[in-house]
């Protein structure tokens, strides 16, 4: 893993968990991930707000004081959709692991693909490092 | 129906204390695996302590106990199961929360009395015979391969959780399971009809010995996860909470073995969705890929082909996916 890449692995580890996972939580996958709830709910918005629907959102019934909390479940549209980016996220991160560049190329790989939202969408503030980095 | 596959203890872990070891570990993972759904509909509506905490809590009493070697007893459970009752992630849950974690102690204390001891080996021998009949109703259908067998099982203990967790003998057809005293070990108890079918259709089945880890600790559990996504026969409620288990065992025994070097997440990465992405593309033509893989001739030289083939595939754009494998033609065609 490209360490001067944290983003590109965070998006592919968080899509990765989604495809694996299919129903989650926000708060599941910064547990699994290690990753910044802010960068999971971008994660999540952007496949909320895509032009077709990637994820179904579930209310949950609460019996404590506090703000609802939402259960996403991929739909189809969305699982096809985090395949085909998980694809081209696996290559420039492996295109990273052998030659040890900088992020130019995760960046063509995301504008080469008309179907995705923009690049900016992706932005997020500032990450914590993955946890594997840190052991 | 056939007799119960035979269980039975690795000579240097055949101890009496190694025994109640595993009693212990098996009940409560069934115990919590039955009441899960209750659980963690509780926490992820009701926020923390989420439902993970609440798993690493309990998992964390129960392993220091055993390393401790204060575990000689099936009744031990019962003292486990009242200090992780007593702890304060627990005392943090919502009602409902609460009651799951009571339905599940109430289990705990019905079956961790004296003549239950050997319940543990009970536990794996109907989850080896679980294990062996859904592979043969969901996935052997669609390859050619003939009556699948249940394998026996030998129980090692490794306190330093080195080994893998499970390892198979395809010469002597017979399973491995390694009880470790490690968070992974807990959920996989949890699930242990799902990591007997690991061993079967990764490690027992293929012809091929030399295969890489990335096909069978990938491509093959991919392949698993996507039958049962798609078993329609399982009820809904079970079948969510064993996904949701699979998903967390497979990422917490990742780590677990990326920090002992036994593998790395490149090395994982090569392998990741493409069962899943020819599945969706063709259904018949992933069905012929599989039953060319779990047949493919045993020789390195092979095997080696077969990672060259995925990778081609993992990497290959949608078109170049399309033209390499569907019609499927085999390894050799793709490269």
Request: hydrophobic share 40%; aromatic share 8%.
């Amino acid at each position: 893993m490209n360490l001067d890449h944290p983003s590109a692995g965070h998006r592919y580890r968080l899509g990765r968990l989604a495809l694996r996972l299919h129903t989650f939580t926000v708060a599941e996958l910064v547990r699994l991930t290690g990753i910044v709830q802010d960068t999971v709910y971008g994660f999540v918005s952007m496949l909320m707000h895509a032009p077709q629907p990637y994820l179904e959102a579930e209310q949950l019934p609460r019996e404590t004081p506090g703000r609802p909390i939402k259960r996403y479940t991929l739909t189809e549209a969305g699982v096809d959709y985090l395949l085909r980016k998980n694809a081209r996220l696996a290559a420039a991160l492996r295109e990273d692991d052998e030659v040890a560049q900088t992020s130019g190329s995760f960046i063509q790989a995301e504008a080469a693909s008309p179907a995705e939202p923009a690049a900016a969408e992706y932005e997020v503030a500032e990450e914590a490092p993955p946890r594997y980095m840190t052991r | 129906m056939s007799n119960p596959p035979d269980v039975s203890f690795a000579p240097e872990s055949d101890l009496p204390a190694i025994r109640a070891r595993l009693d212990v570990l098996l009940l409560i993972g069934r115990a919590a695996r039955l009441y899960f759904p209750g659980l963690q509909d509780a926490c992820d509506a009701n926020g923390p302590p989420t439902w993970d905490e609440i798993l690493h809590t309990l998992a964390e009493i129960l392993f220091r106990e055993m390393t401790r070697k204060n575990i000689t007893g099936i009744v031990h459970a019962v003292d486990v199961w009242a200090e992780f009752e007593r702890s304060l992630t627990v005392r943090k849950l919502s009602n409902s929360g609460r009651l799951a974690i009571h339905r599940m102690g109430q289990y705990v204390s019905d079956h961790a009395v004296l003549g239950r001891a050997g319940i543990g080996l009970s536990i794996l021998a109907h989850a080896n015979t679980l294990a062996t009949l859904w592979l043969q109703r969901h996935i052997l259908p669609h390859v050619e391969y003939g009556n699948l067998t249940a394998a026996p099982v030998v129980v090692e203990y490794d306190e330093a959780g080195t080994q893998f967790c499970a390892a198979s003998t395809p010469s002597m057809w017979q399973v491995r399971w390694t009880l470790q005293p490690f968070e992974h070990s807990f959920y996989g108890a949890m699930i242990l009809p799902r990591v007997f079918e690991h061993e079967y259709l990764s490690h027992l089945i293929p012809l091929n010995r030399h295969l890489s880890k990335g096909v069978r600790e990938v491509f093959l559990i991919d392949t698993l996860e996507h039958e049962h996504r798609n078993d329609a026969a399982q009820n809904p409620r079970g079948k969510n909470a064993d996904i949701k288990l699979a998903a967390w065992f497979r990422v917490k025994l990742e780590d677990h073995f990326c920090r002992n070097g036994l593998t790395s997440r490149a090395e994982l990465r090569d392998f990741e969705d493409i069962a899943t992405l020819m599945r969706r593309k063709s259904e018949p033509d992933f069905w012929r890929m599989l039953d060319n893989l779990l047949t493919y001739p045993n020789h390195e030289w092979n095997a080696r082909r077969v990672d060259e083939a995925l990778k081609l595939l993992r990497y290959a754009s949608d078109e170049k996916f399309d033209n390499l494998a569907i019609p499927w033609n085999g390894f050799e065609a793709v490269l």
